[in-house]
């Protein structure tokens, strides 16, 4: 890969030495460092963004998938382990999950007449774990009262569900710091050095870096670090809009029936977060490039006419957009596999929908590989817990401080506690707390939370970004 980083000595490089490398603090990035944490090891993340879950995993609609086709992926196997995974690791770092069941809706007759053949379908293949049951329109009218006149049937497929998304990636993030990985944001990898018993990694901020182990949890850009270790991977980037609204819409995610689903996305639904939001998509497209979240007219409309006749007209307020960008490999599938050079580098490819999902079983697969590989894997005889997140609306006796956003119930101590957890820009602390993402959007609450954050920091609100680099609020 070129000449040596070490051409010249320098002694200070040489304590840069670590069991593992995880290159991006994504979702998996973040569950892979969580599972090494709980061993004797020493662990670096490395993140090209300010704060960690910045690339795919923030433009995902937080759903803890079941069905994702065909059953016989990658994708689809370790979506559903991650699963029965995902509710212990909650509950374990106090992140908030509330499980649910799908319905899947039929309007049409022949839809209907199809429903027991779907429904026979997902049981011979979902088992035991993800009980699979047909409804009829009695029980649709008693327990969906919102749902359309024209809903003839439906399957409700249990153990879906909804967690506070951005939680746990931080909650990944504070744990695995709390126990003794390092994290360096802000810094993208430019170069990739292997040797025979060490690989060696630049930065673009002329960090220098030795590990035993290097993963490769690029996300989007995995592609990118897979090349500079001599891997070759091409991503086809699929672009997926989610529309928000003020209020949840539903008591369970409803999905429209269909008889030939596309094996590139589960085909969105009608959800709901935990804060009590309801969200409708994602559809999928083509992006443009990574950087292409932009949403269009066409984006909107193609969600409006596909979930809008499932709802009667109580759909509450249109309050955002967002998109985001996945990366589809060419088989379609995750991709988690050892480098072509070195059996002490792991790749983590195509980490598309499901992959938030499946993160738990993708880690424990990573692991597993660098243990095979001659990783030494001691439990800690302790670790230290993640201290969860103070919410005023989750806890209103415990909350302190005026309150600052009264769309999302935010408090100042929270704003200040988002800081002094890391969060250096308006974006991350919006992340952490909900502040100005309710109906508003930040209309009436912006200008004092930048206040809150530059005095939290001990400079001016002009030095404040929405999410670094030149992205200034506020500019004499």
């Known amino acids: ?91 374990e770092l106090g992140v908030r999950l509330e499980r649910t069941s799908t319905l899947i809706v039929a309007t049409k007759i022949h839809h209907l007449l199809a429903l027991p053949f779907m429904a026979l379908y997902l049981r011979l293949n979902l088992g035991r774990d993800f009980p699979v049951k047909l409804r009829g329109r009695r029980y649709l009218r008693h327990e969906e009262p919102n749902l359309t006149e024209r809903a003839l049937g439906a399957i409700e497929i249990y153990g879906y569900g909804v967690v506070d998304s951005f939680d746990l990636i931080y909650a990944l993030y504070e744990f695995s710091a709390a126990n003794g990985a390092e994290f360096l944001f802000g810094e993208r990898v430019i170069d990739v050095e292997i040797g025979n018993d060490e690989i060696k990694v630049k930065t673009d901020k002329d960090r220098l870096l030795t590990s035993n182990f290097l993963v490769n949890a690029g996300g989007l850009w995995a592609d990118e670090i897979a090349g500079l270790t001599g891997d070759e991977i091409t991503f086809e980037l699929g672009k997926g809009v989610i529309l928000v609204f003020d209020r949840r819409q539903t008591k369970r995610l409803i999905s429209p029936a269909y008889l030939k689903p596309d094996p590139k996305t589960k085909g969105g639904a009608i959800m709901f977060t935990v804060e009590g939001r309801g969200l409708w998509g994602p559809n999928l497209r083509t992006a443009k490039n990574k950087e292409d979240v932009t949403v269009e007219e066409e984006d909107i409309k193609a969600l409006t006419d596909k979930f809008g006749p499932l709802l009667k007209e109580d759909l509450g307020i249109s ?158």
């Not at 599938?333 to 072509?340: A, E, L, P, Q």
């Not at 195509?350 to 001691?378: D, H, N, Q």
């Open 1 to 91: 890969m070129g000449k040596s980083f070490y051409t010249d000595f320098d002694p200070f490089l040489y304590m840069n030495r670590y069991d593992v490398i995880i290159i991006g603090a994504g979702i998996t990035g973040l569950m892979t460092a969580y599972k090494l944490a709980h061993h004797d090891l020493k662990i670096i993340v490395v993140e090209a963004n300010p704060e960690p879950g910045w690339g795919v995993s923030k433009g995902h609609a937080a759903v803890v998938h079941v069905v994702q086709l065909p059953f016989s992926s990658k994708k689809s196997k370790m979506a559903r382990e991650g699963n029965k995974m995902m509710e212990d690791i909650c509950r």
């Open 319 to 476: 309050i955002k957009a967002y998109a985001g960008i996945r990366p589809i490999p060419p088989e379609n599938d995750f991709r988690i596999t050892y480098s072509s050079r070195s059996r002490r580098i792991v790749h983590i490819l195509g980490t598309e929908s499901p992959a938030y999902t499946a993160s738990p079983a993708i880690a424990e697969k990573v692991v597993s590989m660098l243990a095979s590989s001659g990783l030494r894997l001691v439990p800690k005889k302790k670790v230290f817990p993640r201290e969860p997140f103070p919410r005023i609306r989750d806890n209103p006796e415990g909350g302190k401080g005026e309150i600052v956003c009264l769309c999302s119930m935010v408090t100042e101590e929270e704003i200040r506690e988002a800081v002094r957890r890391g969060s250096k820009t308006l974006q991350g602390v919006m992340f952490r707390t909900g502040a100005g993402m309710g109906i508003c959007q930040g209309g009436r609450c912006m200008a004092e939370i930048v206040r809150i954050i530059a005095e939290e920091l001990g400079t001016d609100v002009e030095e404040v970004t929405l999410r670094g680099g030149n992205t200034w609020i506020v500019r004499k």
